[in-house]
């Protein structure tokens, strides 16, 4: 049934996009958090929190050992505890000043950064489509900051920016080959562990954790930490093993038109006209920079989605 609708490569594709629907829900469910009195401190360390106690049951129904060997304790404490949380901050805190689309749009500049640092850091040689996408991507970023009658809060711009500037680091240490070698699912799941300690001392640190917690607060919380993190990376890994990475990144960035729809629907969310050409380049160069290289295949599609 090579051509059949359960075909691996159907499957594979399917899963890369549920994948994509649940990252780009992110945004709009914090919003929705907010809105019922969370903050960014406690919604952090509910999602690190419940993400890794689905991960914790979901090793132990594929019988996946949660041991770690040697360094990778050490590893996946460096990813959680300060990488994970610092990209995963600045994206839930650009929320406060800007609409959900628009975070996950600029975020989705992390591609551009991923070409740039690789060239400044790993000598990676830049090609006339890799050109022409920073090109784009930058045109985009202007446009987005540009004056016109959509106003815009430049807190928002700058940690969403900076978000991805730091995923994209994120990545580049995800396709380290001693990083590889470690069990995704293993490698999620202490990260989130990690990421929970952090944020919560963080929290209680800044006094900044909220007890109790409203009802339907914590609902979006869990979905975030159920279905926006734990099922999207699980569904990534999965469909991305079927299809190659390749075809898995270009799927990938479906999640940016997702996010906008979701944006629209749920909370009303309305671009600007130069927000909307800057979205249209960022995109556009995003599925440029997921086009087949050399550099697709050195960094995995499945470990720099892995913690988003």
Do not use: W
């Amino acid at each position: 049934m090579k051509n059949g609708i359960f075909s691996i490569g159907i499957k594979g594709e399917l899963l890369v996009f549920l994948s994509a629907m649940g990252f780009a829900t992110m945004g709009v469910l914090g919003k929705m958090a907010y809105s019922y009195g969370l903050n960014t401190t406690t919604l952090l360390f509910l999602r690190f929190f419940i993400a890794a106690i689905i991960l914790f049951l979901v090793s132990h129904i594929l019988k996946r050992p949660l041991k770690l060997k040697g360094k990778d304790g050490l590893i996946a404490f460096g990813f959680g505890f300060i990488g994970y949380n610092l990209v995963s901050f600045c994206y839930f805190y650009s929320l406060n000043f800007i609409p959900a689309s628009l975070t996950a749009v600029i975020f989705f500049t992390y591609p551009i950064f991923v070409t740039l640092f690789s060239f400044a850091f790993f000598k990676e040689k830049l090609t006339p489509n890799k050109i022409l996408s920073l090109i784009l991507g930058s045109v985009g970023i202007l446009s987005i900051v540009s004056p016109g009658k959509a106003q815009v809060d430049y807190r928002g711009i700058i940690f969403s920016l900076l978000g991805g500037i730091l995923y994209a680091f994120y990545v580049l240490g995800l396709s380290l080959p001693r990083v590889k070698k470690i069990d995704s699912v293993k490698m999620s799941f202490y990260t989130n562990i990690f990421a929970a300690l952090g944020m919560g001392i963080a929290a209680l640190v800044s006094n900044t954790f909220i007890y109790p917690i409203n009802i339907f607060a914590l609902s979006y919380a869990a979905l975030i930490g159920i279905f926006a993190t734990s099922v999207a990376m699980l569904a990534l890994f999965a469909g991305v093993k079927r299809i190659g990475a390749v075809k898995g990144s270009i799927i990938a960035n479906m999640e940016i038109v997702i996010a906008c729809i979701l944006g629209a629907v749920f909370l009303n969310e309305k671009m600007g006209i130069y927000q909307l050409m800057g979205a249209v380049l960022i995109i556009t160069s995003a599925i440029m920079v997921s086009l087949p290289s050399k550099a697709l295949k050195k960094v995995s599609l499945e470990n720099s989605f892995e913690v988003k």
